[in-house]
């Protein structure tokens, strides 16, 4: 279902008259937390650059012209890939990027707003991913659960300048909107732990 929303304020920002996804409670629920929405794209949009630090638990927006990377930042550029399904409910477009997983190059999804890291099973034979027990609950931006029970111990991945440590878990990429050439997998918030991360999508770079 759909809702108009007159008014959105998120600290001093003000977005006005927005249609939203009308979720039932409880579906976005995570790690024992219960999570009353999501804001998306439509209320961070465009002319923002948007950055989060994870361990200071702060997110942060600003305007493009306000807004100065920090000294010593990683640049990481990518390419906007909309989707192709037919159908009236689009998923958001993915913002792809070209990661070396154990010296393999593989398109990814920078993916802000999920956790877990994915790649297509098929591919973990060839990037040496060794499989272990695992119990991850993934959940889409419209709020459909998938419970994972295997996950995959990747040995170095790079994007760019960026080295992300061995040992980061990947599990099975299910999303099956997207097509296998286009998408191999997903960089979640998981390989970004120790990173504080600005998004400015007007230049189209992390």
Known sequence: KMAEVKTLRVGNLT?????????????????????????????????????????????????????????????????TMPPHLESDIQPASRRMVSAQINGHKYDVHVDLGGVPSQLRQEKWNEAGLSAVPAQVQVIDEYGTHRVVQAAGVAGPISVGALQIPAGQQLIAFGDRRWEELSISGVLGLDAFRSFAVYADWDKEKF
């Open 15 to 79: 977005v006005r008259n927005r249609t939203v996804f009308a979720s039932s409670v409880g579906v976005f629920a995570a790690d024992g937390r219960q999570i009353r929405g999501v804001l998306g794209r439509d209320v961070i949009a465009d002319s923002l650059v948007y950055g989060f630090d994870r361990d200071a638990g702060m997110g942060y927006l600003a305007t493009r012209k306000g807004f100065t990377p920090p000294a010593g930042a990683i640049a990481i550029g990518y390419d």
